[in-house]
Nanobody
Framework: QVQLVESGGGLVQTGGSLRLSCAASGFTLDLYAIGWFRQAPGKGREGVSCISGSDGVAYYADSVKGRFTISRDNDKNTVHLEMNSLNPEDTAVYYC?????????????????WGQGTQVTVSS
């Protein structure tokens, strides 16, 4: 059974940092592309970052480029999202997702497995 579990969310002040984790079970993580998405209240889902399964190539949305870093630990079957210089516009529920076809994308429709999400709140 494929399962993704996010952790690491919380409340942080503007300028602070958080590290999100996405723990995978039921499949081998390095065969899948993994994406991070977020959804703020009243807004649509936004692709934040993604990383390929084969060679670890990463992509970022312009809104987070230079502030967020995605990485994968295949030994622990986990993907991390390091978030720095956070601002209130980063407040959202963050989700990780897996694409069994392996290609990277910042479009949610490309992913067939999703976690339950973790709340990130940035106070001003």
């Amino acid at each position: 059974q494929v399962q993704l579990v996010e952790s690491g969310g919380g409340l942080v002040q503007t300028g602070g940092s958080l590290r999100l984790s996405c723990a995978a079970s039921g499949f081998t993580l390095d065969l899948y592309a993994i994406g991070w998405f977020r959804q703020a209240p009243g807004k649509g889902r936004e692709g934040v970052s993604c990383i390929s399964g084969s060679d670890g190539v990463a992509y970022y949305a312009d809104s987070v480029k230079g502030r967020f870093t995605i990485s994968r630990d295949n030994d622990k079957n986990t993907v991390h999202l390091e978030m720095n210089s956070l601002n209130p516009e980063d407040t959202a529920v963050y989700y990780c997702a897996a694409n069994s076809r392996g290609f990277t994308s910042l479009f949610g429709s490309s992913y067939n497995y999703w976690g339950q999400g973790t709340q990130v709140t940035v106070s001003s």
